[in-house]
């Protein structure tokens, strides 16, 4: 790959000033807080760890600040954009800040949580995710784009310490989980809150993802399905919790014996492993009782 001039970074008049030209304010329903720190930006593009030969897609890229050092770093990046303003803007930011990089961009006019279908073959994710919906859509491309094999978000703190959560903690729970089902995930840094515009009222984290395969013969709705049923009540026990989802809680106990899983635990000590030995014994008929 032959080597580009760097592009030149974002910074806050900037960014005002094209939200100015184009009308646009950032709107609180769709979770916009745009960075404005080209420092921030370069921070994240490096702990991404991208390869030259990976093809990112940035979820989220508004005015383009992340964008920029992504196709420095990157073959290609698709953007994923829901505001037509934004989407439309954007290639023409590229055009003037770095004209060598601009083959490198696509951008998707779409919402993140639904969208499919994409181009190409995205390898890393690298996104500034709206607070609101940010497992949602975390989840939703994990489980549509199997060529994402690591991923770098940028989410709010407390999101960031539920995403990354370990069985037996406080925030553990159900996102936890089915993103354990994905990849392994970990808090890789802390972003404070006065990097965006506006400011939130919370700071961020990064957290960092990567692919790994799922418990050997397990459906993910299946598990999905025990996950919720095991913290829709979280403070029950096991043989509680899952009552509804086995039909008694005497079935329940049942399949957790046959599962291996102690009935008194709760959902919180368990890991994805678990709760997919759960799903796999509910599957099996329950053993015939001898009568007489």
């Not at 803007?89 to 003037?96: G, I, K």
């Not at 919790?241 to 399949?255: C, D, K, T």
């Amino acid at each position: 790959m032959e080597a580009q001039a760097g592009p030149r970074l974002l910074g806050p008049s900037e960014i005002r000033q094209i939200a100015d030209r184009l009308g646009i304010r950032p709107a609180k329903r769709l979770g916009q807080n745009f960075v404005t720190d080209a420092g921030t930006v370069r921070r994240i593009t490096a702990l991404a760890g991208l390869d030259p030969a990976d093809v990112v897609l940035e979820v989220g890229p508004g005015f383009g600040s992340l964008t920029l050092p992504l196709l420095a770093a990157a073959r290609e990046v698709i953007a994923v954009e829901v505001d037509r303003a934004l989407a439309a803007e954007l290639p023409r930011t590229v055009a003037s800040h770095a004209p060598g990089l601009a083959g490198r961009l696509r951008v998707v006019t779409a919402d993140a949580a639904r969208v499919r279908n994409l181009p190409g073959e995205p390898t890393a994710l690298v996104a500034n995710l709206p607070y609101n919906v940010a497992v949602p859509v975390v989840l939703h491309l994990l489980a549509t784009v199997p060529s994402l094999h690591h991923g770098l978000v940028m989410v709010q703190a407390e999101v960031a310490d539920r995403m990354s959560a370990a069985p037996g903690g406080r925030v553990y729970g159900v996102p936890s989980v089915k993103l354990a089902w994905f990849a392994k995930v970990r808090r890789a840094a802390q972003v404070p809150r006065s990097v965006f515009w506006p400011v939130p009222r919370v700071d961020s984290g990064l957290v960092a993802l990567t692919r790994r395969d799922p418990p050997p013969d397990a459906d993910r709705e299946e598990v999905f399905a025990v996950v919720d049923a095991a913290f829709a009540q979280r403070r029950k026990t096991l043989r509680a919790a899952l009552a509804g989802w086995a039909g008694s809680a005497a079935a329940a106990e049942e399949v957790l014996t046959r599962a291996g899983i102690n009935p008194g635990l709760r959902g919180e000590s368990l890991g994805v492993t678990e709760f997919a030995r759960i799903a796999a014994a509910g599957r099996r008929p329950a053993t015939p009782r001898t009568i007489g």
